[in-house]
């Protein structure tokens, strides 16, 4: 059974523990057994606890730190350069430090800096940079030996965030994975850097090899996008291929017994397999798939017939025999996890470092530190009896001596409005905890408690873990949930913009996001059924309700719409205004509208327009256009330039040919949200002359798609456009993963401006999805098709471009 775990190991049974530590290097990814496990002993006495040996100033990279001869080394990046450093293990002193390139900048959700960890081995430092360069340098002194470029000498291929792989030796020959012309894996001379050879036909993304015992013997393991490859360490001899065809760029190899493999192969699921040999020859088997460590870019850890890793954001033990979870842990939270004497080591993402045991019985923490202020991304190492470490700010070395608190608690205070405070004190306080949280219940209209710009989330049912999830949070984000003892209360405050709209749901004991039971605001949006926060300040638009009996409306034409371009077929719905029937001689300018199916159900867009048009808008008419099945591709992937190519020059000739438009590209605008709001604007600019307005709400661009559109867009004196974007406050973001939508959206439009261009539009105190975007549907009608802009000239003749379509 599934343990859902929280526990603590009672501090007296700290005192049956004595301090004694030791430990060998650790010189390269992953240690000397590039399992993730130190050797010595690692205990720690009833007052005893961790301590920072010593700190210093670092810069931002993922790269881990490597030990070996009393140095420690790793790479970072200070804003200008990326840099290798060393420092004395022992007391933190520089020793010197070896100029890479220029910084590797960050983009799409990475930091600045490398991402590679180096190897110590023979009196030399062999490292990678994120750029491709691939060097050897005296592990003494820092000064270079050899130096080559992956790219240019060797044709590899740069993955999305540049490279990553940390290399290995073994007797002489130095390894490293390189994808590209030059095969998956590649075996170098140390001395020289010369290539010995290359094996593979896998591309590869941010894998690294490793060496492990398999049938009695020293192979090299080689992980490819799709592919294991096993190898003779020193000839790189082909002697077997597991195909696992699953693509999770960060994926290593973990033994989990006598020739027996787990690796997480995708990001929502993990394989094991097994190596077999008979009559000399390998083959390789499948042992099971399980989805009970996804969603992470942390390499679990194996112990003792159980491995403990990460399953999205929760510290989890899995049976190693079958695949089956055993138990979850909120706590330590969401990091990177090495192995000592039979404990975990974990550092989180938040900065904490964090001892527990390592048992199938639950989480067990007996020793904690918060070492870091900042973000840490990167799996700590140990040696010599310490732990070694670094944030995105830092590096710190940490060992085990007499502490006050072995345990840290987390220091956050949360900030509460003066009812609610008042509440908590009195259910606190009360002997009947009952009555008190009764009549607080009786006494409120609505939920979320909401004081100023201070809102209160509680939810009040079984369970013993439960968590806030949404826009306020962020994504792959979840704040617990305090409970009020006694109680089956759980709450949590935070400030919010008092204008803000927000959705948000709870997930009780590791389950699905839920409703807020409490709030009678909710309905499905873009990532399923959300609750609905508004804050005093916000203002409900009219223009979203139901028209009343009486009201003219529009109506929704349907047709099948089939596209030799994009060899497809597809639902088109056609908003026709009210008169449209009656008024035979009146021509309409159009708004096409990508996502049909949502914006039509959750936007309300027919409602939008049957309020707005007539009134503060000009009659006109809507295309719906629907997605087909991996419509996701249409929008940003491979099949956007067909489908832009479609929109222009099919679809928008079909539209002229078959309604009374206005065939001119002033009286046609291109509108889209989310990945959609990408397609908006590319394939406006793709094909100009077709649409004169644009805009974007929630773009989902990343570095690629915002290259992109620099490339296909000129300037306003050569394509003329009025523009619309805009972003929530509370956008789709992560905050541990140093990407923001909104960030990019507001890029976007600062560029859009040096173009010459004067995009509308601009932030609003919102989150992501259709109803955050829909509050705003008015702003853009009302911008690209004003009432008084038509009320001159109500009826036009038939004045079809030249263009249309494109053509």
Same mark, same amino acid.
């Given at each position: 059974?599934?343990?859902?775990?929280?526990?603590?190991?009672?501090?007296?049974?700290?005192?049956?523990?004595?301090?004694?530590?030791?430990?060998?290097?650790?010189?390269?990814?992953?240690?000397?057994?590039?399992?993730?496990?130190?050797?010595?002993?690692?205990?720690?006495?009833?007052?005893?606890?961790?301590?920072?040996?010593?700190?210093?100033?670092?810069?931002?990279?993922?790269?881990?730190?490597?030990?070996?001869?009393?140095?420690?080394?790793?790479?970072?990046?200070?804003?200008?350069?990326?840099?290798?450093?060393?420092?004395?293990?022992?007391?933190?002193?520089?020793?010197?430090?070896?100029?890479?390139?220029?910084?590797?900048?960050?983009?799409?959700?990475?930091?600045?800096?490398?991402?590679?960890?180096?190897?110590?081995?023979?009196?030399?430092?062999?490292?990678?940079?994120?750029?491709?360069?691939?060097?050897?340098?005296?592990?003494?002194?820092?000064?270079?030996?050899?130096?080559?470029?992956?790219?240019?000498?060797?044709?590899?291929?740069?993955?999305?965030?540049?490279?990553?792989?940390?290399?290995?030796?073994?007797?002489?020959?130095?390894?490293?994975?390189?994808?590209?012309?030059?095969?998956?894996?590649?075996?170098?001379?140390?001395?020289?850097?010369?290539?010995?050879?290359?094996?593979?036909?896998?591309?590869?993304?941010?894998?690294?090899?490793?060496?492990?015992?398999?049938?009695?013997?020293?192979?090299?393991?080689?992980?490819?996008?799709?592919?294991?490859?096993?190898?003779?360490?020193?000839?790189?001899?082909?002697?077997?291929?597991?195909?696992?065809?699953?693509?999770?760029?960060?994926?290593?190899?973990?033994?989990?017994?006598?020739?027996?493999?787990?690796?997480?192969?995708?990001?929502?699921?993990?394989?094991?397999?097994?190596?077999?040999?008979?009559?000399?020859?390998?083959?390789?088997?499948?042992?099971?798939?399980?989805?009970?460590?996804?969603?992470?870019?942390?390499?679990?850890?194996?112990?003792?017939?159980?491995?403990?890793?990460?399953?999205?954001?929760?510290?989890?033990?899995?049976?190693?025999?079958?695949?089956?979870?055993?138990?979850?842990?909120?706590?330590?939270?969401?990091?990177?996890?090495?192995?000592?004497?039979?404990?975990?080591?974990?550092?989180?993402?938040?900065?904490?470092?964090?001892?527990?045991?390592?048992?199938?019985?639950?989480?067990?923490?007996?020793?904690?530190?918060?070492?870091?202020?900042?973000?840490?991304?990167?799996?700590?190492?140990?040696?010599?009896?310490?732990?070694?470490?670094?944030?995105?700010?830092?590096?710190?070395?940490?060992?085990?001596?007499?502490?006050?608190?072995?345990?840290?608690?987390?220091?956050?205070?949360?900030?509460?409005?003066?009812?609610?405070?008042?509440?908590?004190?009195?259910?606190?306080?009360?002997?009947?905890?009952?009555?008190?949280?009764?009549?607080? +219940?009786?006494?409120? *209209?609505?939920?979320?408690?909401?004081?100023?710009?201070?809102?209160?989330?509680?939810?009040?049912?079984?369970?013993?873990?439960?968590?806030?999830?949404?826009?306020?949070?962020?994504?792959?984000?979840?704040?617990?949930?305090?409970?009020?003892?006694?109680?089956?209360?759980?709450?949590?405050?935070?400030?919010?913009?008092?204008?803000?709209?927000?959705?948000?749901?709870?997930?009780?004991?590791?389950?699905?996001?839920?409703?807020?039971?409490?709030?009678?605001?909710?309905?499905?949006?873009?990532?399923?059924?959300?609750?609905?926060?508004?804050?005093?300040?916000?203002? $409900?638009? *009219?223009?979203?309700?139901?028209?009343?009996?009486?009201?003219?409306?529009?109506?929704?034409?349907?047709?099948? +719409?089939?596209?030799?371009?994009?060899?497809?077929?597809?639902?088109?719905?056609?908003?026709?205004?009210?008169?449209?029937?009656?008024?035979?001689?009146?021509?309409?300018?159009?708004?096409?509208?990508?996502?049909?199916?949502?914006?039509?159900?959750?936007?309300?867009?027919?409602?939008?327009?049957?309020?707005?048009?007539?009134?503060?808008?000009?009659?006109?008419?809507?295309?719906?256009?629907?997605?087909?099945?991996?419509?996701?591709?249409?929008?940003?992937?491979?099949?956007?330039?067909?489908?832009?190519?479609?929109?222009?020059?099919?679809?928008?000739?079909?539209?002229?040919?078959?309604?009374?438009?206005?065939?001119?590209?002033?009286? $046609?605008?291109?509108?889209?949200?989310?990945?959609?709001?990408?397609?908006?604007?590319?394939?406006?600019?793709?094909?100009?002359?077709?649409?004169?307005?644009?805009?974007?709400?929630?773009?989902?661009?990343?570095?690629?798609?915002?290259?992109?559109?620099?490339?296909?867009?000129?300037?306003?004196?050569?394509?003329?456009?009025?523009?619309?974007?805009?972003?929530?406050?509370?956008?789709?973001?992560?905050?541990?993963?140093?990407?923001?939508?909104?960030?990019?959206?507001?890029?976007?439009?600062?560029?859009?401006?040096?173009?010459?261009?004067?995009?509308?539009?601009?932030?609003?105190?919102?989150?992501?999805?259709?109803?955050?975007?829909?509050?705003?549907?008015?702003?853009?009608?009302?911008?690209?098709?004003?009432?008084?802009?038509?009320?001159?000239?109500?009826?036009?003749?038939?004045?079809?471009?030249?263009?249309?379509?494109?053509?």
């Amino acid at each position: 059974m599934t343990k859902l775990s929280r526990v603590f190991l009672p501090l007296l049974l700290l005192a049956s523990f004595t301090v004694a530590i030791a430990g060998d290097d650790w010189p390269r990814w992953r240690g000397g057994n590039m399992d993730a496990t130190g050797s010595g002993d690692f205990t720690i006495g009833a007052e005893h606890g961790l301590r920072v040996a010593w700190r210093k100033p670092l810069g931002s990279g993922y790269s881990s730190v490597s030990i070996s001869d009393g140095r420690a080394v790793t790479m970072f990046s200070d804003s200008t350069n990326d840099i290798v450093v060393a420092f004395d293990a022992q007391s933190g002193t520089e020793l010197w430090r070896y100029r890479i390139d220029a910084t590797y900048k960050g983009h799409d959700g990475s930091h600045d800096g490398p991402i590679s960890t180096p190897l110590l081995a023979d009196g030399k430092l062999f490292a990678l940079a994120t750029q491709g360069h691939f060097f050897a340098l005296d592990a003494a002194t820092g000064k270079q030996l050899w130096r080559q470029h992956l790219v240019d000498d060797l044709k590899a291929i740069v993955p999305t965030y540049g490279f990553a792989t940390s290399p290995v030796l073994h007797g002489d020959v130095l390894v490293l994975e390189t994808g590209g012309e030059a095969g998956t894996i590649s075996g170098f001379n140390p001395d020289t850097g010369e290539r010995l050879w290359s094996v593979g036909q896998d591309t590869v993304s941010y894998q690294s090899p490793s060496t492990h015992t398999v049938q009695g013997a020293k192979q090299l393991l080689c992980v490819g996008n799709k592919h294991v490859y096993g190898l003779e360490p020193g000839s790189g001899k082909m002697l077997w291929d597991f195909k696992h065809d699953g693509g999770f760029g960060s994926m290593n190899p973990v033994p989990i017994g006598e020739n027996r493999f787990f690796l997480q192969y995708k990001w929502r699921e993990s394989i094991a397999f097994e190596i077999k040999k008979t009559d000399g020859s390998y083959t390789t088997a499948e042992l099971w798939k399980n989805r009970s460590i996804r969603g992470s870019y942390n390499t679990p850890v194996y112990h003792d017939g159980y491995l403990y890793g990460y399953s999205a954001r929760f510290l989890t033990c899995v049976d190693a025999a079958t695949g089956e979870s055993v138990w979850k842990s909120r706590a330590p939270g969401d990091g990177f996890t090495i192995l000592v004497d039979g404990h975990l080591v974990v550092v989180t993402k938040q900065g904490g470092v964090h001892v527990a045991k390592a048992t199938p019985d639950g989480y067990q923490e007996i020793a904690s530190l918060k070492a870091f202020d900042g973000l840490a991304w990167a799996p700590p190492s140990f040696a010599n009896g310490m732990i070694y470490t670094r944030s995105l700010k830092q590096i710190a070395a940490i060992d085990i001596a007499k502490v006050e608190q072995p345990l840290v608690a987390d220091q956050r205070k949360m900030v509460l409005g003066r009812e609610f405070a008042k509440f908590l004190h009195e259910a606190n306080m009360a002997e009947d905890k009952q009555l008190v949280v009764d009549n607080f +219940f009786a006494a409120q *209209k609505v939920f979320p408690v909401i004081e100023g710009n201070i809102v209160h989330f509680v939810y009040r049912g079984k369970g013993d873990d439960v968590v806030l999830m949404g826009d306020m949070v962020g994504a792959r984000q979840d704040q617990p949930m305090t409970r009020i003892e006694g109680t089956e209360v759980f709450y949590h405050a935070m400030q919010v913009t008092p204008a803000a709209r927000l959705n948000y749901n709870y997930a009780v004991d590791f389950g699905r996001p839920s409703l807020d039971s409490l709030n009678t605001l909710g309905e499905p949006d873009m990532f399923g059924p959300a609750s609905h926060l508004e804050m005093a300040d916000f203002v $409900r638009p *009219k223009h979203l309700v139901e028209p009343t009996d009486g009201m003219s409306r529009g109506r929704l034409d349907s047709v099948q +719409f089939e596209s030799k371009i994009a060899g497809n077929s597809r639902k088109i719905d056609i908003y026709l205004p009210s008169g449209y029937e009656s008024d035979s001689a009146r021509r309409y300018p159009a708004i096409y509208v990508h996502m049909a199916g949502q914006a039509l159900a959750m936007a309300k867009m027919q409602n939008s327009l049957d309020n707005l048009v007539g009134k503060s808008v000009a009659p006109l008419i809507g295309v719906f256009i629907h997605g087909v099945q991996g419509a996701g591709d249409e929008y940003q992937g491979d099949a956007k330039d067909s489908y832009s190519q479609m929109l222009a020059q099919e679809l928008v000739p079909y539209i002229d040919q078959n309604y009374r438009t206005k065939a001119t590209i002033e009286n $046609r605008a291109n509108m889209g949200a989310a990945w959609a709001g990408f397609t908006s604007f590319y394939s406006t600019f793709k094909f100009p002359g077709v649409f004169g307005k644009v805009s974007s709400q929630s773009a989902g661009i990343w570095t690629k798609e915002v290259n992109e559109l620099k490339a296909s867009m000129t300037d306003v004196t050569t394509q003329p456009l009025e523009m619309y974007i805009d972003w929530g406050k509370y956008d789709l973001r992560s905050p541990l993963e140093g990407w923001d939508i909104g960030d990019e959206s507001k890029r976007l439009a600062e560029h859009f401006k040096s173009k010459g261009y004067a995009p509308l539009g601009g932030e609003s105190p919102t989150g992501f999805g259709w109803a955050s975007w829909r509050t705003r549907t008015d702003k853009i009608l009302e911008a690209f098709f004003p009432m008084n802009q038509s009320a001159a000239s109500p009826r036009e003749a038939d004045s079809r471009s030249t263009n249309s379509g494109g053509n």
